[in-house]
C-alpha cells in the first residue's frame, strides 16, 4: 500500500522535532498519557448520557508498558478510540489552523513553542523510530493500525483489537553518541515521569512494577525460625495519585506546581503571571484554577481563538470550553471551574440562564478584576508584560457593547504618561495632578516618544501638568465611553479648550482676534474647502502653526474608518482647524505680505497649512504641486 505523505506542516514540525535537540524528550509520554486521559474524557461522558452503557467508569484505565525485548514502549487506553477516519484527521494532519504566524514561530526556532500547536503527538518521534497506533472507536467492529516512520509518510490498515481504545506503541531510539534513549525501556525512569508530570490525571494509570519484600519460603532455619527471602515480584500498580490539582490545597500544590500544571495543560510555554484559586461554598460549591497567561495565544486576536474556561462536576469533564462564566473582555483567562453542584449535562443554551452559573461566573470575574489590580499594584512589570499583550482586549472591552463593561475594566486600563515615562492608570494620573488641575489630558501622536514634542501638549506641559499619550486608535473611543475619571473629564488638548487660560489673558486673545480679523478671513478663503476654520491660536508657544479638528471626528476616528474595508468610511472626514501663531517670523511674513503682495501672501498661507499637515501626520493631497510652491519661494 502507498504511504500517505503529512500535510507540509506536519512534515516541517516532524523534521524539526527529529532534527532539533529537545532538552525535553521526556514530555513525549506526559503528552501521550494526556490524549490517553482526553480519550477517555470523551468516552466517560458519551457513556454518563447514554442509559444502557456497559461501560463502567471503574473500569477506565491508562497502561504504561515496557517491553525491554522488543525495544517498545506501549501507552494504553480503553478510551473513545478512532476511527480510520479520524486517523487520518488527527495523527495525519497537525497543527489544524496552520496560520502564517504559526510558520513564523517555527523559523523562530523556538522549540519551546511546539506544545502550544496541539503537536503533542508527535512528540513521540522524538524518541522512536517507528510509532504504530491501533485504535478501536467505541462502538466499531475493527480496529485500524496507524503507522509511520517519522517524515516519509504513514499508512493505515485494518487491524485487530479486543476491546476499544487505542494502544500507542513506539519502538525506541537506538542509543546514539551522547544522546540516550535506552533510558526510557526502564520502568523506574518512566514511572519517575509519570510521577513528575501525569500525577493529577484524573484516570489510574497502571504500570507493571517491581516489588520487592521479605517472604517466608516454608522452611525453617536452624534455629527453627520460618526462613525468609528477599523476593522481587511484578505487580499492577496504579502510579499516579489521581487528584485533580484544582482539588489540592496550596500546601499540596505549591503555585510553582500549578504553572507547571498550566503549562501543561493549556499548551503555554511561558509561566503564567497569575495564578488564582478559589474555593467557596455556600449556594455553590466549587473550586476553580484560573490563570492569566503572559503572552497572547498565536490565534488570540483571530476568529480561530476558542475561549472559555473548563467545566468539571466533581472531576468529570462536563464542557471543554465554556466562554459564558467570564466576559468577553476577560476571554484570555484560561483554567478550570469544579463544582458538584454542575449538572452533566450542560448545554450552552441552559447555562446562560442558569443562576447557580451566573453567580459562579460573577464571583469569578470579581476574583480576576481583584487579582490584576493586585498585580498592577504589587508586581508591576509582570502587569507590564501581562498588558502588552492584552491591553488592546481591554481596551476594547470598554467600548464594546456600548461600554457594558466599562466599569469593570476603567481601573484595568493604562495609558503612557508624557509627564513620567511610563504607563499609569488613570487613577494613578488622577493622584500625580497638582492642585488646580481639574482634566484629564490627552493627546494623540503616532508614538509614546513623539508625543513630548507636539505643539499640542507644549502648554499643558508648562504648566506642570501630565499628558497621556494616546498611540492607539482605540484610546480615542476609550475617553468617549468613559467620559470623565474620578468625576475629572478627559480633554483632548488638541481640539478642546484646555481651560488653562486667566481672565486676563482671554481678553488679550479676543483682542488678538479682532486686529487680525482680515488676515484670518483671507487666510480662511485661500484655502477653500480644506479647512472649517482658521484661528489665531491661543495655545501655541514655539511652534509657528498647529492643524486640529472640531467636532466629534478626530484624525483617528477618520483614519478608523477609512481604513476599514468597504465604503464605511466614505464621507467621515475630520473638519480641519489651522492655527497661526502671532510670535512666529512665518506669521509676521504673512502679515507684511497680506499688506503688500497678496499673492505671495496666499503661497504663504498655503505653506503654513502645508507644514501644519505634515507636523500633525497627515498627507499632502498633492505633493508635488506643494514642492514646486515651496521652491517657487526660496
Ligand atoms: P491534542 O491532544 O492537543 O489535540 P495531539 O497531537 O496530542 O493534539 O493529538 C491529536 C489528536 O489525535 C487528538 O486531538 C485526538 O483526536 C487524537 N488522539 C491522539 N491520541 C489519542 C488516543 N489515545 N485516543 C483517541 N484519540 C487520540
Ligand atoms: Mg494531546
Not at 144 to 162: C, F, M, P, Q
Not at 385 to 396: A, T
Given at each position: 500500500m502507498a504511504k500517505r505523505q503529512f500535510k507540509t506542516e506536519s512534515?516541517?514540525?516532524?523534521?524539526?522535532?527529529?532534527?532539533?535537540?529537545?532538552?525535553?524528550?521526556?514530555?513525549?509520554?506526559?503528552?501521550?498519557?494526556?490524549?490517553?486521559?482526553?480519550?477517555?474524557?470523551?468516552?466517560?461522558?458519551?457513556?454518563?448520557?447514554?442509559?444502557?452503557?456497559?461501560?463502567?467508569k471503574d473500569d477506565f484505565r491508562i497502561d504504561v508498558k515496557v517491553d525491554r525485548g522488543a525495544g517498545t514502549v506501549t501507552v494504553s487506553d480503553n478510551g473513545i478510540g478512532m476511527t480510520a477516519e479520524e486517523m487520518e484527521k488527527n495523527l495525519g494532519y497537525i497543527a489544524h489552523s496552520g496560520t502564517l504566524e504559526f510558520k513564523k514561530e517555527i523559523d523562530d526556532k523556538d522549540n519551546e513553542s511546539i506544545g502550544q500547536f496541539g503537536v503533542g503527538f508527535y512528540s513521540a518521534f522524538m524518541v522512536a523510530d517507528s510509532v504504530r497506533v491501533v485504535s478501536r472507536a467505541y462502538g466499531a467492529?475493527?480496529?485500524?493500525?496507524?503507522?509511520?516512520?517519522?517524515?516519509?509518510?504513514?499508512?493505515?490498515?485494518?487491524?485487530?483489537?479486543?476491546?476499544?481504545?487505542?494502544?500507542?506503541?513506539?519502538?525506541?531510539?537506538?542509543?546514539?553518541?551522547?544522546e540516550e534513549y535506552s533510558e526510557f525501556l526502564e520502568t523506574e525512569r518512566l514511572r519517575e515521569l509519570v510521577e513528575k508530570y501525569s500525577d493529577y490525571i484524573r484516570w489510574p494509570i497502571h504500570m507493571t512494577v517491581?516489588?520487592?519484600?521479605?517472604?517466608?519460603?516454608?522452611?525453617?532455619?536452624?534455629?527453627?525460625?520460618?526462613?525468609?527471602?528477599?523476593?522481587?515480584?511484578?505487580?499492577?500498580?496504579?502510579?499516579?495519585?489521581?487528584?485533580?490539582?484544582?482539588k489540592k490545597s496550596k500546601k499540596e500544590a505549591d503555585d510553582e506546581k500549578c504553572r507547571e500544571f498550566y503549562k501543561d495543560k493549556f499548551r503555554d510555554y511561558e509561566d503564567p503571571v497569575s495564578v488564582i484559586r478559589v474555593s467557596a461554598e455556600g449556594n455553590v460549591?466549587?473550586?476553580?484554577?484560573?490563570?492569566?497567561?503572559?503572552?497572547?495565544?498565536?490565534?488570540?486576536?483571530?476568529?480561530?481563538?476558542?475561549?472559555?474556561?473548563?467545566?468539571?462536576?466533581?472531576?468529570?469533564?462536563?464542557?471543554?470550553?465554556?466562554?459564558?462564566?467570564?466576559?468577553?473582555?476577560?476571554?484570555?483567562?484560561?483554567?478550570?471551574?469544579d463544582s458538584p453542584d454542575f449538572s452533566l449535562?450542560?448545554?450552552?443554551?441552559?447555562?446562560?440562564?442558569?443562576?447557580?452559573?451566573?453567580?459562579?461566573?460573577?464571583?469569578?470575574?470579581?476574583?480576576?478584576?481583584?487579582?490584576?489590580?493586585?498585580?498592577?499594584?504589587?508586581?508591576?512589570?509582570?502587569?507590564?508584560?501581562?498588558?502588552?499583550?492584552?491591553?488592546?482586549?481591554?481596551?476594547?472591552?470598554?467600548?464594546?457593547?456600548?461600554?457594558?463593561?466599562?466599569?469593570l475594566l476603567k481601573d484595568l486600563i493604562t495609558f503612557h504618561s508624557v509627564k513620567q515615562g511610563k504607563q499609569v492608570s488613570l487613577a494613578q494620573y488622577v493622584e500625580d495632578m497638582p492642585e488646580g488641575q481639574t482634566k484629564i489630558y490627552y493627546v494623540t501622536s503616532e508614538t509614546a516618544a513623539h508625543a513630548k514634542d507636539l505643539p499640542q501638549a507644549e502648554p499643558v506641559l508648562a504648566k506642570g501638568y501630565d499628558v497621556l499619550a494616546f498611540t492607539d486608535e482605540i484610546d480615542t473611543f476609550v475617553t468617549n465611553v468613559l467620559r470623565e475619571f474620578d468625576k475629572k473629564e478627559f480633554c483632548n488638548v488638541?481640539?478642546?479648550?484646555?481651560?488653562?487660560?486667566?481672565?486676563?489673558?482671554?481678553?488679550?486673545?479676543?483682542?488678538?482676534?479682532?486686529?487680525?480679523?482680515?488676515?484670518?478671513?483671507?487666510?480662511?478663503?485661500?484655502?477653500?474647502?480644506?479647512?472649517?476654520?482658521?484661528?489665531?491660536?491661543?495655545?501655541?508657544?514655539?511652534?509657528?502653526?498647529?492643524?486640529?479638528?472640531?467636532?466629534?471626528?478626530?484624525?483617528?476616528?477618520?483614519?478608523?474608518?477609512?481604513?476599514?474595508?468597504?465604503?464605511?468610511?466614505?464621507?467621515?472626514?475630520?473638519?480641519?482647524?489651522?492655527?497661526?501663531?502671532?510670535?512666529?517670523?512665518?506669521?509676521r511674513s504673512l502679515e507684511s505680505a497680506f499688506r503688500t503682495d497678496k499673492e505671495r501672501a496666499g503661497k504663504i498661507v498655503r505653506v503654513m497649512y502645508g507644514q501644519a499637515c505634515l507636523m500633525a501626520g497627515q498627507s499632502i493631497e498633492n505633493p508635488v504641486e506643494y514642492s514646486d510652491l515651496v521652491l517657487s519661494m526660496l
Open positions: 512534515k516541517r514540525i516532524l523534521d524539526m522535532m527529529v532534527n532539533s535537540i529537545y532538552t525535553h524528550k521526556e514530555i513525549f509520554l506526559r503528552e501521550l498519557i494526556s490524549n490517553a486521559s482526553d480519550a477517555i474524557d470523551k468516552l466517560s461522558y458519551k457513556v454518563l448520557t447514554e442509559s444502557d452503557s456497559k461501560v463502567g467492529e475493527t480496529a485500524n493500525v496507524w503507522e509511520s516512520e517519522g517524515v516519509d509518510g504513514y499508512t493505515i490498515k485494518e487491524g485487530r483489537k479486543d476491546g476499544f481504545g487505542t494502544d500507542v506503541i513506539l519502538h525506541i531510539k537506538d542509543d546514539k553518541g551522547s517491581d516489588e520487592s519484600e521479605w517472604k517466608e519460603t516454608g522452611e525453617k532455619d536452624e534455629k527453627g525460625e520460618p526462613k525468609k527471602d528477599y523476593v522481587t515480584t511484578k505487580v499492577d500498580k496504579v502510579v499516579n495519585s489521581m487528584v485533580p490539582i484544582w460549591t466549587y473550586k476553580a484554577l484560573l490563570f492569566v497567561p503572559a503572552k497572547a495565544p498565536y490565534d488570540f486576536y483571530t476568529r480561530d481563538f476558542q475561549p472559555g474556561l473548563q467545566l468539571y462536576s466533581n472531576g468529570v469533564l462536563i464542557m471543554d470550553k465554556c466562554a459564558d462564566l467570564l466576559p468577553y473582555c476577560f476571554r484570555f483567562v484560561r483554567g478550570v471551574v449535562n450542560i448545554s450552552r443554551e441552559v447555562l446562560q440562564h442558569d443562576s447557580q452559573l451566573k453567580a459562579v461566573g460573577s464571583n469569578l470575574t470579581k476574583k480576576v478584576k481583584k487579582e490584576l489590580e493586585r498585580l498592577m499594584k504589587e508586581e508591576p512589570e509582570k502587569y507590564a508584560r501581562f498588558y502588552e499583550s492584552f491591553g488592546r482586549q481591554l481596551k476594547y472591552g470598554v467600548v464594546d457593547q456600548y461600554g457594558r463593561d466599562a466599569d488638541t481640539t478642546e479648550d484646555l481651560g488653562l487660560e486667566s481672565e486676563e489673558e482671554r481678553k488679550e486673545a479676543e483682542k488678538k482676534d479682532e486686529e487680525y480679523k482680515d488676515l484670518v478671513a483671507f487666510a480662511k478663503e485661500t484655502l477653500g474647502e480644506e479647512v472649517a476654520d482658521v484661528r489665531i491660536s491661543r495655545k501655541l508657544r514655539n511652534h509657528a502653526v498647529l492643524l486640529t479638528t472640531q467636532g466629534n471626528i478626530t484624525f483617528e476616528v477618520e483614519k478608523y474608518f477609512r481604513e476599514m474595508p468597504g465604503q464605511a468610511g466614505d464621507g467621515i472626514k475630520a473638519a480641519r482647524v489651522l492655527e497661526l501663531n502671532t510670535d512666529s517670523g512665518a506669521f
